[in-house]
Each structure stands twice: as structure tokens, then as C-alpha cells.
């Protein structure tokens, strides 16, 4: 019965091919993996019909397996159950060493999945549950070797060897019944044919032609002779014309070498079963070594040999007792050994035990245990002695006292080092086992309180007092070093100590002692505790419990110490906060502190009085062409300092009340700079970092400045011969603003006074003036006159002076009379000209219109043009 039993009526040929893997999982290997792919790809087939889609073999299967789990037909975990599957199938064959150690073991892995990758289909997308419920459970398949034909096909296993013959042809493979020979009926029949072909050419002669008569009267049975004529004729060695026969001596070579290498094999093989030759001199023969190449007729006959060599190992084994021996004597192969081992041992689980088996791994452990003794790691002993897993397995199981034996033989090596003063490392390295085996020995035996635990104990406690009293003098490592421990070890002691005993404090209080000294000196703290050679995370925890408040302190105070070495010594602020450990902030609120936390007061008076003033000063200055935010980058100062120093001037401390005065007078200075470019008052104040209660103060007193800058500027504009329109942008004032204040001078304001007579004085009485001269004089247009004097007046003066009665309105009027004139005069002109009969006048009167202001004087081609028109019509 097949595990895949259960898929007949669910899949013919997932079940076909199961059944064939099955077969084929201990005689064929290879065959097993050709097989698993068609398996899991009509797997994945039957999946991808779920989703509409069809299984294509020349697209890569993962992406094609993973598109089946996107779409949520399988979870992730089968998707990863069948492509390890997929995978595993490149494992077999995929190295000769791969070969000889995993090739069966591989292939009964791979079978093994196969089953639950088609148990778990059949149970997802079969139509009835209560089938799936009766699926036994995944049955092992056992090494068998009952089908020999089938054995001697893939791999050269061994078979019982009979006294007389063997059980298939040494030249052909087929069963041998015969009773006498080592070739079977058919061989021994080709052969006996070349004798009888060589007999009857001796005698006849090569040349000769000869009848079947002939043949019988020489010697042959009648019975015989039809056939032996049959079988050399089909060998190409006779030809037949009618009644008579001739000899083919064409292939008379070919056909006696063919049967000079039946006669070899079989000599052989006879050679070696008498013990005539070794086994190392016919794996030298020609016809092995082909043989190990599938050549005919030498393949039989090296898979024959291989399976005499075990027989002969397990006859050497028995005899001299020695495994080494024998291997070299018969020359089997690890290979060769291993199949051998697995298949008595499947025999024994069985219940049938052999004596070579037994003694094999009686001898095979004791030499496990001598070489154990030596010191030499299990992993190196299994790989000299070739001890797999299932073996050391098997041992543990019939062996009561092999585990047993181990673990005192390591108990032996590990005291004999103990004694000799080695450490751990030491000790794990001689004894060959590995640390965690060394920690689970000394564990059991501090449970069973044994005499193993009594001298480790002793060993420890010796080892822990010389290391305190090295550590004196030496650094951490160096003080394990002398006291034959590791730094590891150390660490491990210390953690497991107790918190009052001797070992403990004083390790501790020396450690603290010793990085303390270090960071005196001015090492940093990685610097100190590589010097020490201890571990940050050790530090870390001193400084973060109460019980080590001491150490806190003293740490504290030198962290301070070495910022205020810093400040004395001028250093950079990085490399202060280098040295003591501690950022800029930390720093800061070090020197805040010092007016209420004593350990920080020399910090705080130092930074004071002989830091902060010129820290102050820079500031100051470098507030006057940054911006606020770099000139205390510039400084190494925040705002918060700023402000607790400049509010400590303003509440009258004499240290800093000329850094309030300065800071203030900025702060205003900034204030005026911005309202005099003309920003709003929010702005002004937000950037020159004025208090709410400052600008209320100092608003007037700053507006008023302002006003005065204001003032001057529009002054020496006027000056200048520049308009009040330049004049009020150079001020970043308006025109109107001006003449609010000019005419507030003039009402009698004190404020404005000043102004009034200046402004007055350089710019409204001269101009009116000069407008009034023009008008009594030339009696000219204001165009014209604004015209001859427009670096001087504008518009806007003069409609405020008229409007203000500086100067008379007939001015205005007199503009407009100039306008009504010049439209009478445009009038009479287009009268004349077409009372003359001028026949463009139109098209004149079109380019007049698109720009220029009088016919007569802006367009010279117009008036040509007119000329000319004015005479033709003459």
C-alpha cells in the first residue's frame, strides 16, 4: 500500500507519479528527484485552475506559485512547504561528498514532503471531508533491498555470495540459474560458441568452405550444430550460401576480443574470490576501472567486486577487530560503508542483529572515547571516524553508559585544566568541547553538589581573590590575564556576586577608583574606560542607581572640574564638552545652577566674572551688523542668557547694567532704522526684540527721531534742487505727509517749526516765486512753465500751494484758457484747409490723431504734404 493511496480518485496522475517516487526512494535517488518535478508542477497546475489560469513550464515556477498566493488561494506557509520541496530536488546529486552523505537521506526528505504538500491539496479542494479523514499518517519508508535486480540497476549494494556461483551473470547481470558457472546459460553459451568457432577454423581452415555435415562429423551433436551455425552467422562470424559455410574472418578480431574479455572477467573475479589478488590490485585492473565507467562488459563485474569487498570487510573486521584495517585492507569507500551501516541498521530496528554490526560500532564507539580522551573536539572526532548524527543517535539509545562515559571523560579534562591553572578559554580548547557544554557540566554538577563542584568552586574562589589583589596595579584585563581567567569570565562573576561580599566591593570600588583617576587627568570618558578596559554599560548603571550615590557625586564634581579647567585654559566649547562628556546645554544649566547648587558655584563666579563680559561685549558688536540669531551663534550665548543678564542690569545689578544700556540703545536704534525704511510698527518692534513695555515707553521719544531723520532728509533734498516727490521717497515718506508737517510749522507747532522755516525757506517760497515771475512776464501756459522747471515743481505743489492760497489760482485758470485757444485754433485751421480744396485732409487728419498734438508742428511730412497740395490747387 502507497502513501499516495489517497490520491487515486482525486488525481490519476499525481497518484501515478507518488506511487513512482515511492518505488524508487532507496534504489533510485535521481530517479526520485526527475519524478518530484512533473509532481509539483501538476500540483501548482491544479492550483492555478482555481484562478482561471494555466500551469506554463517555460515561465519560472515561483513567480507563477506566488501568484497563486497573492491571490489568496493558498497561505503562506504552503507556498513556502512547496517551493522548499521544489529546492530540495537540487540537492540530490549535486556534489560526489553530497553523494556519499545524503543522497538516500535526501530523497527520503523529499518523498516525505511531497506526501504532505498532496495531503494538504486533497484536504483544501476535495468535495468530500469525509474522505480526507481517512488519510493515514506519512508511513516512513524502510531501506529494502529485497529486489536486488532493481538494487544492482542504481547502486552497488551488497549481496550474500554463494560458494559456487553468483546470482546474476558476472557479463550480462541477468539472474544466473545455472549451477556451475559464473556466467548465466546465455554467456556461458557465447562462450562455448567461440570455442567450438575456433575448434572447427583451426581444423577446416580460415579459407575453407564446409556444410553442416561437416560439423556433425567432426564432432558436433546434431542437436547443437543448427544452432551454433544460428548464433555465429548472427555474430557475423559465418556466412551462408545455400547448403555451405564460410568463415567471416573480416570480424574474426572484433569477436575474439569480445570473448578474451568475458574469459578476463571471469579470472578475475575467480582471482579475488580465492584471495589471490587484493582488493586494492583488481580496483587496479583495466576492466574495474572501465567498469566503474558503465562499460561493457566491465559494469556486472565492478558492481560484483564492490559488493565482494564488503563481504570481505565484514570477514576482516571479525578476524583482527580493528576498523582501520580492515577499511585499508579491502579498500571500501565511506560510500560503501555508510549503505552498509544504514541497511543493518534498519535490520537491527528490526530485531535482526548481526554480529559484524555489533562488533562494528562496539569498536567504532571505544575509539570515540580514546580519541575523546585526548582532548579532541566531538565535531573533529566525528568527522575523522565519519560518525553522523544517526549513528551517535544510535549509540545513546542501546549504549546506557556511552553518554554517561562522555560526561566523565570531559568532567576529567576539564578538572586536569582547573588544576593546571588554565582558563576558561584554555580549558574549553584542551578539553574540546564548546562553552555552552562547559556551563551545562558545571551546572548538573553544582545540582548533584559533587566532587567536580567542590573543586571548581574552590578553583573560582582563588581565581576571583587574585584578581582584586592584581587589580591594584593592573588594568581589568591584564588583572584577568594574571589571574587566569577570562574577561568574560570576570564579567560573569561579578554579575553573579554577591552585592556584600568582599569580591564584589572591592572590585567595584576599585574600577570606580581607577576611571575616577583616569578622568582627572583629563581622559574622556570612552578614553577612561578603554584604559581601564571595562564596559560602558557598567558605568551606565553606577551612575543610574541610588546604592553608588557616592560615585555620582565624584563624577560630578570631576565632570565640573574638567569644564572649568576648560574655561581656564580657553579651550573651544566642542572640545570641552569632549573632555567633560557633557553637551552645551548640560554646561549651561551647570552655570545656572551655581547660585543654588554649591558643587557648581566655581563654575558660575569663573564664567561670570572672567567669560560672560566679553562673551557680552561680542555680542553688542556683532548685534550691530547680524542678525540676532547669528550674532549668538557667533558668541556661543542662547536667548535665554541674553535675557537673564540684560532683565539683571535693568533691575540695577552693576555688573550688567552698561550691557542693558547698550542692548537697549540697540534695540531702539534698530527700531528708528526700520520705521525710517518705512516698515509698520509691528515689524519695527517684533525685529528690534523690543519689549511691550519699552516701546511704550520709548515710542515717542523714537518717533520723534524718526520724524527728525525724516526731516533732515527731505531738507537737503529740497536743497538739492530735487522735487518733494524725490524728496519724500529719499525719506520714505509721502508728499502728503511733507506738507502735514510744513503746514503744522506754519500753524505754530512747536515740533513742526523748525521744519516750516526750513522747508519753506529752500524749496515753497522760491518756487512760487519763480511761477509768479513767469505769469507777470510772459504771461506763458502752466505746461510751459512746469516744463521749464520740472526738476523743481510738480503738480501737486502747486495745487497745494493754490489750495492753500501761496499762490493764485489764476494760474489754474490760465491753463485752461491755454486749452479752450488751442481748440478754436484747431478749428479755423480744418476751415481753411477745406475751404482750399485739400483733398487728403482726412487722411491727415487720421495720422494727426494717432499722436501728434498740431499739424503744423510735430509732423514734418504732413506739412510738405500740405505744401505741395496748397500750390497744385493754386
Given at each position: 500500500?502507497?502513501?499516495?493511496?489517497?490520491?487515486?480518485?482525486?488525481?490519476?496522475?499525481?497518484?501515478?507519479?507518488?506511487?513512482?517516487?515511492?518505488?524508487?526512494?532507496?534504489?533510485?535517488?535521481?530517479?526520485?528527484?526527475?519524478?518530484?518535478?512533473?509532481?509539483?508542477?501538476?500540483?501548482?497546475?491544479?492550483?492555478?485552475?482555481?484562478?482561471?489560469?494555466?500551469?506554463?513550464?517555460?515561465k519560472?515556477?515561483y513567480?507563477?506559485?506566488?501568484?497563486?498566493?497573492?491571490?489568496?488561494?493558498?497561505?503562506?506557509?504552503?507556498?513556502?512547504?512547496?517551493?522548499?520541496?521544489?529546492?530540495?530536488?537540487?540537492?540530490?546529486?549535486?556534489?560526489?561528498?553530497?553523494?556519499?552523505?545524503?543522497?538516500?537521506?535526501?530523497?527520503?526528505?523529499?518523498?516525505?514532503?511531497?506526501?504532505?504538500?498532496?495531503?494538504?491539496?486533497?484536504?483544501d479542494?476535495?468535495?468530500?471531508?469525509?474522505?480526507?479523514?481517512?488519510?493515514?499518517?506519512?508511513?516512513?519508508?524502510?531501506?529494502?533491498?529485497?529486489?536486488?535486480?532493481?538494487?544492482?540497476?542504481?547502486?552497488?549494494?551488497?549481496?550474500?555470495?554463494?560458494?559456487?556461483?553468483?546470482?546474476?551473470?558476472?557479463?550480462?547481470?541477468?539472474?544466473?540459474?545455472?549451477?556451475?558457472?559464473?556466467?548465466?546459460?546465455?554467456?556461458?553459451?557465447?562462450?562455448?560458441?567461440?570455442?567450438?568457432?575456433?575448434?572447427?577454423?583451426?581444423?577446416?581452415?580460415?579459407?575453407?568452405?564446409?556444410?553442416k555435415?561437416?560439423?556433425?562429423?567432426?564432432?558436433?551433436?546434431?542437436?547443437?550444430?543448427?544452432?551454433?551455425?544460428?548464433?555465429?552467422?548472427?555474430?557475423?562470424?559465418l556466412?551462408?550460401?545455400?547448403?555451405?559455410?564460410?568463415?567471416?574472418?573480416?570480424?574474426?578480431?572484433?569477436?575474439?576480443?569480445?570473448?578474451?574479455?568475458?574469459?578476463?572477467?571471469?579470472?578475475?573475479?575467480?582471482?579475488?574470490?580465492?584471495?589471490?589478488?587484493s582488493p586494492?590490485?583488481?580496483?587496479?585492473?583495466?576492466?574495474?576501472?572501465?567498469?566503474?565507467?558503465?562499460?561493457?562488459?566491465?559494469?556486472?563485474?565492478?558492481?560484483?567486486?564492490?559488493?565482494?569487498?564488503?563481504?570481505?570487510?565484514?570477514?576482516?573486521?571479525?578476524?583482527?577487530?580493528?576498523?582501520?584495517?580492515?577499511?585499508?585492507?579491502?579498500?571500501?569507500?565511506?560510500?560503501?560503508?555508510?549503505?552498509?551501516?544504514?541497511?543493518?541498521l534498519?535490520?537491527?530496528?528490526?530485531?535482526?542483529?548481526?554480529?559484524?554490526?555489533?562488533?562494528?560500532?562496539?569498536?567504532?564507539?571505544?575509539?570515540?572515547?580514546?580519541?575523546?580522551?585526548?582532548?579532541?573536539?566531538?565535531?573533529?572526532?566525528k568527522?575523522?571516524?565519519?560518525?553522523?548524527?544517526?549513528?551517535?543517535?544510535?549509540?545513546?539509545?542501546?549504549?546506557?553508559?556511552?553518554?554517561?562515559?562522555?560526561?566523565?571523560?570531559?568532567?576529567?579534562?576539564?578538572?586536569?585544566?582547573?588544576?593546571?591553572?588554565?582558563?576558561?578559554?584554555?580549558?574549553?580548547?584542551?578539553a574540546?568541547?564548546?562553552?555552552?557544554?562547559?556551563?551545562?557540566?558545571?551546572?548538573?554538577?553544582?545540582?548533584?553538589?559533587?566532587?567536580?563542584?567542590q573543586?571548581?568552586?574552590?578553583?573560582?574562589?582563588?581565581?576571583?581573590?587574585?584578581?582584586?589583589?592584581?587589580?591594584?596595579?593592573?588594568?581589568?584585563?591584564?588583572?584577568?590575564?594574571?589571574?587566569?581567567?577570562?574577561?568574560?569570565?570576570?564579567?560573569?562573576?561579578?554579575?553573579n556576586?554577591?552585592?556584600?561580599?568582599?569580591?564584589?566591593?572591592?572590585?567595584?570600588?576599585?574600577?570606580?577608583?581607577?576611571?575616577?583617576?583616569?578622568?582627572?587627568?583629563?581622559?574622556?570618558?570612552?578614553?577612561?574606560?578603554?584604559?581601564?578596559?571595562?564596559?560602558e554599560?557598567?558605568?551606565?548603571?553606577?551612575?543610574?542607581?541610588?546604592?553608588?550615590?557616592?560615585?555620582?557625586?565624584?563624577?560630578?564634581?570631576?565632570?565640573?572640574?574638567?569644564?572649568?579647567?576648560?574655561?581656564?585654559?580657553?579651550?573651544?566649547?566642542?572640545?570641552?564638552?569632549?573632555?567633560?562628556?557633557?553637551?552645551?546645554?548640560?554646561?549651561?544649566?551647570?552655570?545656572?545652577?551655581?547660585?543654588?547648587?554649591?558643587?557648581?558655584?566655581?563654575?558660575?563666579?569663573?564664567?561670570?566674572?572672567?567669560?560672560?563680559?566679553?562673551?557680552?561685549?561680542?555680542?553688542?558688536?556683532?548685534?550691530?551688523?547680524?542678525?540676532?540669531?547669528?550674532?549668538?551663534?557667533?558668541?556661543?550665548?542662547?536667548?535665554?542668557?541674553?535675557?537673564?543678564?540684560?532683565?539683571?542690569?535693568?533691575?540695577?545689578?552693576?555688573?550688567?547694567?552698561?550691557?542693558?544700556?547698550?542692548l537697549?540703545?540697540?534695540?531702539?536704534?534698530?527700531?528708528?532704522?526700520l520705521?525710517?525704511?518705512?516698515?509698520?510698527?509691528?515689524?519695527?518692534?517684533k525685529?528690534?526684540?523690543?519689549t511691550?513695555?519699552?516701546?511704550?515707553?520709548?515710542?515717542?521719544?523714537?518717533?520723534?527721531?524718526?520724524?527728525?531723520?525724516?526731516?533732515?532728509?527731505?531738507?537737503?533734498?529740497?536743497?538739492?534742487?530735487?522735487?518733494?516727490?524725490v524728496?519724500?521717497?529719499?525719506?520714505?515718506?509721502?508728499?502728503?505727509?511733507?506738507?502735514?508737517?510744513?503746514?503744522?510749522?506754519?500753524?505754530?507747532?512747536?515740533?513742526?517749526?523748525?521744519?516750516?522755516?526750513?522747508?519753506?525757506?529752500?524749496?515753497?517760497?522760491?518756487?512760487?516765486?519763480?511761477?509768479?515771475?513767469?505769469?507777470?512776464?510772459?504771461?506763458?501756459?502752466?505746461?510751459?512753465?512746469?516744463?521749464?522747471?520740472?526738476?523743481?515743481?510738480?503738480?501737486?505743489?502747486?495745487?497745494?500751494?493754490?489750495?492753500?492760497?501761496?499762490?493764485?489760482?489764476?494760474?489754474?485758470?490760465?491753463?485752461?484758457?491755454?486749452?479752450?485757444?488751442?481748440?478754436?485754433?484747431?478749428?479755423?485751421?480744418?476751415?481753411?484747409?477745406?475751404?482750399?480744396?485739400?483733398?487728403?485732409?482726412?487722411?491727415?487728419?487720421?495720422?494727426?490723431?494717432?499722436?501728434?498734438?498740431?499739424?503744423?508742428?510735430?509732423?514734418?511730412?504732413?506739412?510738405?504734404?500740405?505744401?505741395?497740395?496748397?500750390?497744385?490747387?493754386?
Open positions: 500500500m502507497s502513501n499516495f493511496d489517497f490520491l487515486k480518485d482525486f488525481d490519476k496522475d499525481l497518484w501515478k507519479i507518488g506511487n513512482r517516487i515511492e518505488k524508487q526512494v532507496n534504489i533510485s535517488p535521481s530517479a526520485v528527484k526527475a519524478d518530484a518535478t512533473p509532481f509539483l508542477e501538476r500540483v501548482l497546475t491544479i492550483l492555478m485552475e482555481k484562478m482561471s489560469k494555466k500551469f506554463n513550464p517555460r519560472n515556477y513567480d507563477q506559485l506566488d501568484s497563486v498566493y497573492r491571490e489568496g488561494i493558498i497561505t503562506r506557509k504552503y507556498k513556502v512547504d512547496i517551493y522548499d520541496a521544489y529546492q530540495l530536488r537540487n540537492r540530490i546529486h549535486a556534489t560526489v561528498d553530497e553523494i556519499e552523505k545524503t543522497e538516500i537521506p535526501t530523497a527520503h526528505q523529499l518523498h516525505k514532503k511531497l506526501f504532505y504538500i498532496a495531503k494538504k491539496l486533497y484536504r479542494f476535495t468535495s468530500d471531508y469525509d474522505n480526507y479523514k481517512g488519510v493515514p499518517d506519512y508511513r516512513p519508508i524502510e531501506i529494502d533491498t529485497s529486489d536486488d535486480e532493481v538494487e544492482l540497476l542504481e547502486i552497488p549494494d551488497f549481496s550474500e555470495i554463494i560458494d559456487i556461483r553468483y546470482d546474476y551473470c558476472v557479463i550480462c547481470g541477468e539472474p544466473n540459474h545455472t549451477n556451475y558457472s559464473l556466467c548465466c546459460h546465455k554467456c556461458n553459451r557465447v562462450m562455448d560458441n567461440a570455442n567450438n568457432f575456433i575448434s572447427i577454423r583451426n581444423t577446416f581452415g580460415k579459407n575453407a568452405t564446409f556444410t555435415e561437416d560439423l556433425i562429423e567432426y564432432g558436433i551433436h546434431e542437436g547443437y550444430a543448427n544452432q551454433l551455425i544460428s548464433s555465429l552467422v548472427r555474430d557475423n562470424m556466412r551462408v550460401k545455400g547448403r555451405y559455410i564460410s568463415f567471416n574472418n573480416m570480424h574474426m578480431d572484433e569477436y575474439l576480443s569480445k570473448i578474451d574479455k568475458y574469459i578476463a572477467v571471469c579470472e578475475l573475479i575467480t582471482k579475488f574470490k580465492d584471495d589471490v589478488i586494492a590490485e583488481i580496483k587496479q585492473s583495466m576492466e574495474y576501472k572501465q567498469g566503474s565507467f558503465r562499460q561493457e562488459p566491465y559494469y556486472q563485474f565492478y558492481k560484483l567486486v564492490n559488493r565482494e569487498i564488503v563481504k570481505k570487510f565484514e570477514k576482516y573486521l571479525t578476524q583482527i577487530e580493528d576498523i582501520d584495517k580492515s577499511m585499508e585492507y579491502t579498500t571500501i569507500t565511506n560510500k560503501q560503508l555508510h549503505r552498509w551501516y544504514l541497511m543493518h534498519n535490520d537491527y530496528k528490526k530485531g535482526n542483529a548481526d554480529e559484524t554490526f555489533v562488533l562494528f560500532n562496539d569498536l567504532l564507539k571505544n575509539e570515540y572515547l580514546d580519541l575523546k580522551r585526548q582532548g579532541i573536539n566531538e565535531k573533529q572526532i568527522k575523522q571516524l565519519n560518525v553522523t548524527d544517526e549513528v551517535y543517535d544510535f549509540w545513546c539509545a542501546i549504549y546506557d553508559d556511552f553518554e554517561d562515559d562522555l560526561s566523565k571523560i570531559k568532567i576529567e579534562l576539564i578538572s586536569r585544566a582547573l588544576i593546571e591553572g588554565k582558563t576558561k578559554s584554555e580549558i574549553i580548547e584542551s574540546g568541547i564548546t562553552a555552552r557544554e562547559y556551563d551545562d557540566i558545571v551546572k548538573v554538577a553544582k545540582f548533584k553538589n559533587n566532587e567536580f563542584a573543586l571548581h568552586e574552590r578553583e573560582l574562589e582563588t581565581r576571583k581573590e587574585n584578581f582584586t589583589r592584581f587589580l591594584e596595579q593592573n588594568d581589568l584585563e591584564r588583572s584577568c590575564e594574571l589571574a587566569k581567567i577570562t574577561v568574560d569570565d570576570f564579567y560573569v562573576y561579578y554579575d556576586a554577591n552585592r556584600s561580599s568582599d569580591f564584589f566591593k572591592k572590585t567595584t570600588e576599585l574600577l570606580m577608583d581607577k576611571y575616577l583617576c583616569k578622568r582627572r587627568e583629563g581622559k574622556t570618558r570612552k578614553e577612561a574606560i578603554e584604559i581601564v578596559g571595562l564596559k554599560a557598567y558605568i551606565d548603571r553606577w551612575l543610574s542607581r541610588s546604592i553608588y550615590n557616592d560615585f555620582k557625586d565624584e563624577n560630578l564634581k570631576v565632570t565640573v572640574d574638567l569644564i572649568l579647567a576648560g574655561f581656564k585654559d580657553n579651550m573651544p566649547m566642542d572640545e570641552i564638552t569632549r573632555i567633560s562628556g557633557v553637551d552645551e546645554n548640560a554646561i549651561r544649566r551647570f552655570i545656572r545652577s551655581g547660585d543654588r547648587v554649591e558643587i557648581y558655584k566655581p563654575l558660575l563666579d569663573y564664567y561670570e566674572a572672567e567669560i560672560l563680559p566679553q562673551k557680552l561685549s561680542d555680542f553688542i558688536d556683532a548685534n550691530e551688523n547680524k542678525s540676532v540669531r547669528n550674532a549668538l551663534e557667533s558668541t556661543d550665548l542662547t536667548e535665554e542668557e541674553i535675557t537673564h543678564y540684560y532683565e539683571l542690569g535693568k533691575a540695577g545689578d552693576e555688573r550688567y547694567v552698561e550691557f542693558y544700556e547698550m537697549l540703545e540697540h534695540k531702539k536704534g534698530t527700531y528708528i532704522h520705521k525710517r525704511r518705512g516698515k509698520s510698527d509691528r515689524i519695527a518692534i525685529e528690534s526684540c523690543l511691550k513695555q519699552e516701546y511704550e515707553s520709548y515710542r515717542q521719544e523714537m518717533d520723534k527721531t524718526v520724524r527728525e531723520i525724516k526731516f533732515t532728509i527731505v531738507i537737503e533734498e529740497v536743497r538739492d534742487k530735487k522735487t518733494s516727490t524728496a519724500a521717497g529719499r525719506a520714505n515718506c509721502s508728499v502728503d505727509e511733507i506738507y502735514e508737517w510744513y503746514f503744522k510749522g506754519k500753524a505754530g507747532d512747536e515740533d513742526y517749526k523748525h521744519f516750516y522755516d526750513l522747508f519753506h525757506a529752500a524749496y515753497v517760497r522760491p518756487n512760487v516765486n519763480t511761477i509768479n515771475r513767469h505769469l507777470d512776464y510772459n504771461n506763458e501756459s502752466l505746461e510751459n512753465i512746469l516744463h521749464a522747471n520740472k526738476d523743481q515743481i510738480t503738480k501737486k505743489d502747486i495745487r497745494i500751494w493754490v489750495e492753500h492760497g501761496l499762490l493764485d489760482n489764476k494760474v489754474l485758470n490760465l491753463n485752461t484758457k491755454k486749452e479752450e485757444d488751442d481748440n478754436d485754433s484747431e478749428f479755423n485751421a480744418n476751415e481753411m484747409l477745406r475751404e482750399m480744396g485739400v483733398e487728403d485732409y482726412d487722411k491727415i487728419m487720421v495720422r494727426k490723431s494717432s499722436g501728434s498734438s498740431s499739424i503744423l508742428a510735430n509732423n514734418k511730412e504732413d506739412v510738405e504734404e500740405l505744401k505741395k497740395q496748397i500750390l497744385k490747387k493754386k
